[in-house]
């Protein structure tokens, strides 16, 4: 790796990534808000148009590791400046798209480009900030650019949408992005591993996108089709086989794509069973949010988006207060006292109806946001420390790839216990219910005020689950072990 341009322009480097992470994350938070505004101009469905974002996911999944490996082969600038070009000219594509066809085309494009930016800015930051504090406290400013993104994606979006269409919420990355490569090409130093790579493990990378493709696929989908229907039937088998062969052709390659040497380190085991954990259970848990405020509370979908200002701005400011503890208090504690945080914040949910008010939904998020992002710079600098430094892009990508994973599958079995804890509900209270009446307008209002309490219910009892999870999930960490704990040190695997 080349030297640092000089101290002062650390600084700088951190805010480079900065505006590629915040960007891509925007992307995804405005293009959401687009999405009535693309259904209605090209005359499809919402299951349909719920392709965009799945096509999106799937490519973002697959490609992450490959970026990875990519970075810490040829160069983390050279693939951090490619990933942010195509990723532009994505935007530009998407923008000018024409039917849904050409849409999730130009999206899988954005996203196969977007993928590249996690491992290789984690992996810049972690090269250029070697000293553990200062490490931590710039890692947990990066992180907070993710909320920063969900604050000015609806403060953004809206006004773009209403005033110059949903194209250009595309069109809009064109700007951004240009000035994102400029500051990435005079700022960023180029680094890559010390170590030449003689042999791409190209049959790795196809095996585990196989796998992933199958695994993220019937987490998304599989509410819709049935879990056991014949499409969730060879997902499952292809997850399987898929994996079966990715480990076999890991095992015997000279430079697998994925090191599994990595998973023989406790430490780094531990925290991407903590990242899971939480991440399944808040995910899990608060994607159902804005449907209950726009279902039950009245709100639009931009009110909606207005809700998650406040835990952006809490995520924003715990961040790097969390990073400054770094070389003061054990990690480990941290991160437990954190989750033990985020967890109480998912609890607060429970007692939601539909004559709540914001603040009964903004007070919890806030409470759980502040938590997750104390210890986030922890989750993510304990990964960083614990892998040779070479590898560190590669690291970084599984963390990001157990993170969207744990994200989905959050999603996909809250979702299920929703829809099943609903009808559970709806046999219940009907068998505790009595209505002396055969007037039909009776009838109906008998029926939709058990439908009602039934949801009600179904999402206290979600809400529960989900902090309950965390909670337990917080005490996976405890389990840690660093050796004379430093965040800067680094523990090289033979």
């Avoid at 449907?291 to 835990?311: E, H, I, N, R």
Wanted: net charge positive.
């Amino acid at each position: 790796m080349e030297d640092n341009k000089g101290s002062n322009l650390r600084w700088w480097i951190l805010l480079t990534v900065i505006v590629g992470t915040f960007l891509g994350r925007l992307d995804q938070t405005i293009v959401n808000l687009a999405l009535p505004k693309i259904i209605n101009d090209f005359g499809i469905t919402v299951s349909a148009a719920g392709w965009i974002a799945t096509a999106y996911i799937l490519a973002n999944a697959v490609f992450v590791p490959i970026w990875g490996k990519l970075g810490d082969t040829i160069g983390r600038k050279k693939v951090y400046i490619l990933g942010f070009s195509i990723f532009i000219f994505g935007s530009v594509l998407a923008g000018i798209s024409w039917n849904l066809s050409s849409m999730i085309i130009f999206r899988v494009i954005q996203a196969i480009a977007g993928s590249a930016d996690y491992p290789t800015a984690m992996a810049i930051l972690a090269i250029t900030f070697k000293e553990g504090k200062e490490r931590a406290q710039a890692l947990g400013i990066w992180s907070s650019s993710f909320a920063a993104a969900i604050v000015f994606g609806p403060l953004l979006g809206g006004p773009l949408i209403d005033n110059f269409g949903w194209r250009s919420v595309f069109l809009i990355n064109l700007p951004i992005g240009i000035l994102g490569i400029i500051m990435a090409m005079i700022f960023i130093n180029e680094s890559r591993s010390n170590i030449k790579t003689k042999f791409y493990d190209w049959w790795g990378g196809l095996t585990l996108g196989a796998m992933l493709s199958s695994l993220v696929l019937v987490l998304d989908q599989g509410s819709t089709w049935g879990w056991l229907s014949i499409g969730s039937m060879i997902c499952y088998f292809s997850i399987v086989m898929f994996l079966g062969i990715f480990i076999k052709i890991e095992h015997k390659a000279p430079e697998p794509i994925v090191d599994l040497k990595f998973f023989r380190i406790p430490a780094f085991v531990n925290a991407l069973v903590n990242n899971f954990i939480v991440f399944m259970g808040m995910m899990g848990g608060v994607f159902l949010l804005p449907v209950f405020a726009q279902t039950f509370l009245g709100y639009s979908a931009t009110q909606s988006g207005y809700l998650f200002m406040p835990m952006a701005v809490a995520m924003m400011v715990a961040s790097p207060l969390g990073g400054m503890l770094t070389g003061k208090v054990k990690s480990k504690y941290i991160i437990f006292i954190s989750t033990i945080v985020a967890s109480i914040g998912i609890f607060l949910f429970n007692g939601l109806d539909p004559k709540s008010t914001a603040f009964a939904i903004i007070i919890p998020l806030v409470v759980m946001a502040f938590g997750l992002g104390f210890g986030m710079a922890q989750r993510t600098n304990i990964i960083a420390s614990v892998v040779p430094q070479n590898e560190i892009g590669i690291a970084s990508s599984i963390l990001a790839l157990v993170r969207n994973i744990a994200g989905a599958f959050g999603i996909a079995i809250f979702a299920t216990i929703l829809s099943n804890r609903i009808n559970t509900n709806v046999m219940t209270i009907n068998g505790f219910s009595k209505l002396y009446s055969h007037v039909p307008l009776e009838i109906q209002k008998y029926i939709a005020l058990i439908t009602l309490k039934a949801q009600v219910d179904a999402y206290d009892y979600v809400f529960l689950v989900a902090s309950i999870i965390v909670f337990l999930g917080s005490f996976t960490i405890l389990f840690l072990k660093l050796k004379n704990e430093r965040t800067d040190i680094k523990v090289h695997v033979e």
